[in-house]
Every structure is written in C-alpha cells, then in structure tokens.
C-alpha cells in the first residue's frame, strides 16, 4: 500500500492512526489544517483525539513526509506535494492552489549572510476576486 510505503521511507512506524491520518492527507495533492483532517476523520466514524491528529501531523512534517505551509501565525496547513512549488492563497475562499516554481524565476534576492547557502524561497500570493 502505497501510504505505508511512504510512512517507511521516511522511517515512520506505520502505527493504525499513522496510517489514517496519512490516508487522508495523502492520498492526493492537497492541502489541509490539522482541524479539517480531524473532521475528515471523524466524520467517517474514526474516534481519533485530537491530540493525537496534532503530534501524527507534527512527526510526519519532521520527517518530511508533509510540507507545513504557514499562511498567517493561526493559520497552518499541510501540503502532501513535497516537490518545490508556490502558493496562491484565496483570501475570498481561504483556497491554496499551487503553482510550480519554474513559472516564476526569482532574481534580485538579497545578498544571503557570509556562509549561508540558498536553502528554499517559499512565496504565498494572496489574491482575491476583483470587484
Ligand atoms: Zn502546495
């Protein structure tokens, strides 16, 4: 199963509730809050704590098996595509969409501070509908 394979490689014991979480976040590209995960959950019946939602989402980002995008300090999502990419964020719907990040060469960055090397620049477009 292609979950458990994923939890292992990134050398997470796939545990019952490891799985469950990892079958509704990654099951496909998305994007979703430690809460709506929880109502995923429990909305087929699964009685998992919250607490318990919580620490699996913070394992699976340590590990690298999410991405944690941070919207604004309340607002924190996981991202199950790994692969660099960018964000617009609707901030009529409250809607993450990616785009990839060739689409967008980034220049002008500022000088980085002596030893440091480039790691990763993640952009987040706030848009809204033009009225
Ligand atoms: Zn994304």
Redesign the pocket.
């Known amino acids: 199963m292609k979950v458990e394979q994923t939890l292992l490689e990134h050398g997470v014991n796939p545990t019952p509730q490891r799985m469950e979480v990892g079958m509704v976040l990654l099951s496909r590209?998305r994007?979703m809050s430690a809460d709506q995960i929880l109502t995923t959950l429990r909305e087929t019946g699964n009685r998992i704590s919250k607490a318990t939602v919580y620490n699996t989402l913070n394992l699976f980002s340590r590990r690298g098996v999410v991405?944690e995008?941070a919207i604004d300090p309340t607002r924190l999502v996981y991202?199950s595509?790994l692969h660099p990419?960018h964000?617009f964020y609707n901030t009529d719907t409250n809607e993450?969409t990616?785009f990839d990040s060739p689409d967008l060469p980034i220049s002008g960055l500022p000088k980085l501070p002596e030893g440091m090397t480039l790691e990763s620049v993640d952009l987040i477009i706030r848009i809204r509908s033009d009225r």
Do not use: K
């Open positions: 590209p994007h991405r995008v991202d595509t990419h964000h993450l990616d």
